[in-house]
């Protein structure tokens, strides 16, 4: 709903039928708006956070997000995760700030996400997590892993390999992977072009 409500829009909203007006705390009516809300007997109401979201699924929810964080639309909103840097380029990235964005495995079905933290160096790092998924994956850089938490299987040419927490997981470019994590898997990502 705008923040300004004039008479106008509550005559459009009566024309489609609605009785009930949604505002924010900070929604301004116009007294005219006042009057016509009235002579028509509709009444407005404050939205609270579960009404803003009835009758969406999370499907359109999520794609909804999606859609503004390419736009950038969420960006002064949602920082990926809190830092602080030094004019020489050293930077502390305060890993419990973190913000995971969804990977894109090819597979609706997958759930996993990463954030990377140091992109604009020749060495890009970041997180990654994997939950209950299994996916193929090419390495498109040298990448090296470290398992942070859980349980990790990778296998190539149909060789199977585990790691745990604690292990680091190298990768050549080019190699073709495939993921599967039973629970959840917390990774540190370092990768080389």
């Known amino acids: 709903m705008p923040?300004?409500?004039?008479?106008?829009?509550v005559e459009n909203l009566?024309?489609?039928g609605k009785q009930t007006i949604c505002i924010s705390s900070k929604t301004i009516i116009t007294p005219a708006a006042?009057?016509?809300?009235?002579?028509?007997?509709?009444?407005?109401?404050?939205?609270?956070e579960a009404d803003l979201f009835d009758g969406m699924d999370s499907e359109k929810i999520s794609r909804i997000m999606k859609?503004?964080?390419?736009?950038g639309l969420l960006s002064e909103i949602l920082?990926?995760?809190?830092?602080?840097?030094?004019?020489?380029?050293?930077?502390?990235?305060?890993?419990k700030t973190v913000q995971m964005e969804i990977l894109e495995t090819?597979?609706?079905e997958a759930k996993a996400f990463y954030q990377e933290v140091t992109?604009?160096?020749?060495?890009?790092?970041?997180f990654l997590t994997i939950e209950d998924s299994r996916f193929d994956w090419t390495i498109e850089c040298e990448e090296h892993n470290y398992i942070?938490?859980?349980?990790?299987s990778v296998t190539i040419d149909g060789k199977r390999f585990t790691a745990y927490a604690g292990d680091v997981l190298y990768f050549p470019q080019g190699t073709k992977v495939i993921w599967e994590a039973a629970g959840k898997v917390k990774i540190f990502y370092a990768t080389h072009p």
Do not use: W
Not at 67 to 71: K, P, Q, T, W
């Open 106 to 108: 090819g597979h609706p």
């Open 148 to 152: 942070i938490d859980g349980c990790i």
């Open 67 to 71: 859609i503004m964080l390419e736009r």
């Open 34 to 48: 006042r009057d016509a809300a009235e002579s028509m007997s509709m009444q407005f109401t404050e939205a609270s």
């Open 79 to 95: 920082k990926p995760y809190e830092a602080e840097s030094h004019t020489c380029g050293f930077k502390v990235i305060r890993g």
């Open 14 to 16: 009566h024309a489609q």
């Open 119 to 126: 992109g604009d160096q020749a060495v890009h790092s970041g």
């Open 3 to 9: 923040n300004l409500i004039c008479a106008k829009d």
